[in-house]
């Protein structure tokens, strides 16, 4: 709001720059900032209606009703002034077929950037990371899009694969209770993996593998031929052979695997000791478990307002969480900012205005008449009462 002169009494006159509404009033804006507050309280939070309209010591539906103008404020990420050290980057799958990417800053777990899409796509991954400086390391859960799209955009980041992640894989490939001897002993060396900490741990860890080999180099070289067992389905397929335990081979390979590419201790490099964690716990148990946690507690969004929630969730977990810091338009939408002496939106101020003059002349018109038809005496009354310090 800017200066625009004073009025008739000498009170003085504001005007908004952007939707050219006029209004008279102090220039402070205190309903409207309670309103925002009470809204991101309760849209944040896991706060109910009633208790976010008790802030304003108002009804729900009056509460839904004056908070209508926040859902257009869309809050965005700053990009970061300088590169972080290490990224951790993973999606969540939200209502309404959508899927948040996120990207944080390891160091200290603030986001830096998010992107809406349906999948974690190398596009999707692509887009996120065009909007950071490249960092030094990435850390993933090893999805083949987020390292494919890291690999293009940011060529000399080095990228480690979160730990809990493999532990997981090997878990999905053995069960949590194997049968056989070799994937017993191949599980308890994935449960080793998580305990690594340092760069004296990950080379006592590298001779497990080689050891558990020597063992169990027969058991995973043995296969089965279609004459041996002419019922199973890969017979049936027409394969003439298979890998007779498949599924240990595969955990223990992915293991020589990603030793190999360098994604399994990176954060035991010299350059990134201590400043890149080995696992994406702090975004998969912090902020994406905050969105689901937000979400669960306000079900019965519509889709739109559902991913207004899951930005304002991101956007609080910055260092400044101050939502009048950078407000901006919507892609197709219009911001209406509130106005000076109410705090609601300059259109219903209009619109406000002109209902009152209409029943302003109503009233004047009436009382020339000598009579108050159509309007019955309560109603002509009150209607005097509500306008009585009205000035238009």
């Given at each position: 709001?800017?200066?625009?002169?004073?009025?008739?009494?000498?009170?003085?006159?504001?005007?908004?720059?952007?939707?050219?509404?006029?209004?008279?009033?102090?220039g402070?804006?205190?309903?409207?900032?309670?309103?925002?507050?009470?809204?991101?309280?309760?849209?944040?939070?896991?706060?109910?209606?009633?208790?976010?309209?008790?802030?304003l010591?108002?009804?729900?539906?009056?509460?839904?009703?004056?908070?209508?103008?926040?859902?257009?404020?869309k809050?965005?990420?700053?990009?970061?002034?300088?590169?972080?050290?290490?990224?951790?980057?993973?999606?969540?799958?939200?209502?309404?077929?959508?899927?948040?990417l996120?990207?944080?800053?390891?160091?200290?777990?603030?986001?830096?950037?998010?992107?809406?899409?349906d999948?974690?796509?190398?596009?999707?991954?692509?887009?996120?990371?065009?909007?950071?400086?490249?960092?030094?390391?990435?850390?993933?859960?090893?999805?083949?899009?987020c390292?494919?799209?890291?690999?293009?955009?940011?060529?000399?980041t080095?990228?480690?694969?979160?730990?809990?992640?493999?532990?997981?894989?090997?878990?999905?490939?053995?069960?949590?209770?194997?049968?056989?001897?070799?994937?017993?002993?191949?599980?308890?060396?994935?449960?080793?993996?998580?305990?690594?900490?340092?760069?004296?741990?990950?080379?006592?860890?590298?001779?497990?593998?080689?050891?558990?080999?020597?063992?169990?180099?027969?058991?995973?070289?043995?296969?089965t031929?279609?004459?041996?067992?002419?019922?199973?389905?890969?017979a049936?397929?027409?394969?003439?052979w298979?890998w007779?335990?498949?599924?240990?081979?595969?955990?223990?390979?992915?293991?020589?695997?990603?030793?190999?590419?360098?994604?399994?201790?990176?954060?035991?490099?010299?350059?990134?000791?201590?400043?890149?964690?080995?696992?994406?716990?702090?975004?998969?148990?912090?902020?994406?478990?905050?969105?689901?946690?937000?979400?669960?507690?306000?079900?019965?969004?519509?889709?739109?307002?559902?991913?207004?929630?899951?930005?304002?969730?991101?956007?609080?977990?910055?260092?400044?969480?101050?939502?009048?810091?950078?407000?901006?338009?919507?892609?197709?939408?219009?911001?209406?900012?509130?106005?000076?002496?109410?705090?609601?939106?300059?259109?219903?101020?209009?619109?406000?205005?002109?209902?009152?003059?209409?029943l302003?002349?109503?009233?004047?018109?009436?009382?020339?008449?000598?009579?108050?038809?159509?309007?019955?005496?309560?109603?002509?009354?009150?209607?005097?009462?509500?306008?009585?310090?009205?000035?238009?």
């Open positions: 709001m800017r200066k625009n002169g004073t009025t008739s009494s000498g009170r003085q006159r504001w005007r908004c720059l952007r939707c050219r509404a006029s209004s008279a009033g102090d402070s804006n205190a309903r409207g900032s309670a309103e925002f507050r009470a809204f991101l309280v309760w849209a944040t939070g896991r706060m109910t209606l009633a208790q976010a309209a008790a802030m010591g108002v009804s729900p539906r009056t509460f839904i009703r004056r908070i209508q103008w926040c859902w257009r404020v809050p965005e990420i700053p990009r970061p002034a300088s590169p972080c050290r290490a990224v951790e980057a993973d999606g969540t799958y939200v209502p309404y077929g959508w899927c948040l996120v990207a944080i800053d390891a160091a200290d777990g603030t986001p830096v950037a998010f992107q809406w899409c999948t974690e796509s190398r596009a999707a991954y692509t887009r996120l990371f065009s909007r950071l400086p490249a960092p030094r390391a990435l850390v993933t859960d090893g999805g083949a899009g390292a494919a799209a890291a690999a293009d955009t940011w060529k000399d080095r990228i480690q694969r979160c730990l809990v992640h493999v532990l997981r894989n090997t878990r999905t490939d053995l069960t949590c209770r194997p049968r056989t001897d070799a994937g017993k002993d191949l599980l308890k060396l994935a449960r080793k993996l998580v305990k690594v900490r340092d760069a004296d741990d990950a080379a006592a860890w590298l001779n497990l593998p080689d050891d558990w080999h020597t063992r169990y180099a027969d058991v995973i070289g043995q296969r031929t279609a004459r041996d067992d002419p019922g199973n389905p890969k049936r397929a027409g394969r003439t298979w007779t335990h498949a599924r240990l081979r595969r955990a223990y390979y992915r293991f020589i695997r990603l030793q190999r590419d360098g994604t399994l201790f990176a954060f035991c490099g010299p350059a990134a000791a201590g400043s890149v964690p080995s696992t994406t716990n702090r975004l998969e148990g912090g902020i994406n478990a905050d969105i689901k946690r937000v979400l669960d507690a306000h079900r019965g969004l519509t889709e739109e307002h559902m991913k207004r929630v899951c930005e304002w969730v991101l956007y609080m977990k910055t260092h400044d969480p101050d939502p009048g810091s950078f407000i901006t338009t919507a892609p197709g939408e219009t911001t209406e900012p509130p106005t000076a002496s109410t705090g609601l939106p300059a259109g219903s101020i209009s619109r406000g205005r002109t209902r009152r003059r209409r302003r002349v109503r009233i004047r018109h009436q009382e020339r008449l000598g009579r108050q038809d159509p309007m019955t005496p309560p109603q002509h009354a009150r209607i005097k009462h509500t306008f009585r310090h009205l000035t238009l």
